[in-house]
């Protein structure tokens, strides 16, 4: 099981297509593509800063005379950090549009943490409470 943060967008829940769940977890193409997953996930800013990390990275390399396999090896210490803070990079990118983390939902696939979460806001809207509860 994987968990899943439940990111809900300026206007509320009351646009549910709008809301984003984001997997904890490692990203593979988060890893292999670096900023051009960042730009498939529409988080421009994180994609131009990390483009400019690794662009930086390339400068020193060359500026210091260091080995080839020293930057290489810089590169993915990059590219690692990508894969597993990925996420937490998109959710900033997401506050910064307004979004809010209302929630932690654990399961196997995005679908089911929809269906999860989804079920939960259902079990507990006021239609489905009983009437002497209701006030």
């Not at 709008?18 to 960042?38: C, H, Q």
């Not at 730009?39 to 421009?44: G, P, Q, V």
């Not at 996420?87 to 929809?114: F, H, K, M, P």
């Amino acid at each position: 099981m994987a968990i899943f943060t439940v990111h809900l967008p300026p206007e509320g829940a009351a646009r549910p297509e709008k809301i984003v769940f984001l997997r904890d977890s490692f990203s593979t193409p988060a890893f292999i593509f670096g900023p051009l997953w960042l730009l498939w996930k529409r988080a421009w800013i994180a994609a131009l800063g990390w483009s400019l990390l690794l662009a930086a990275i390339s400068a020193l390399g060359v500026s210091f005379l260091l080995p080839k396999l020293t930057t290489s090896f810089l590169a993915l210490a990059a590219a690692l950090v990508l894969g597993f803070e990925g996420d937490r990079i998109l959710a900033w990118s997401l506050q910064r549009r307004g979004y809010v983390e209302g929630d932690l939902v654990n399961a196997d696939t995005e679908e089911e943490a929809e269906m999860v979460y989804f079920g939960r806001l259902r079990a507990f809207s006021p239609e489905t409470l009983p009437s002497e509860s209701r006030a």
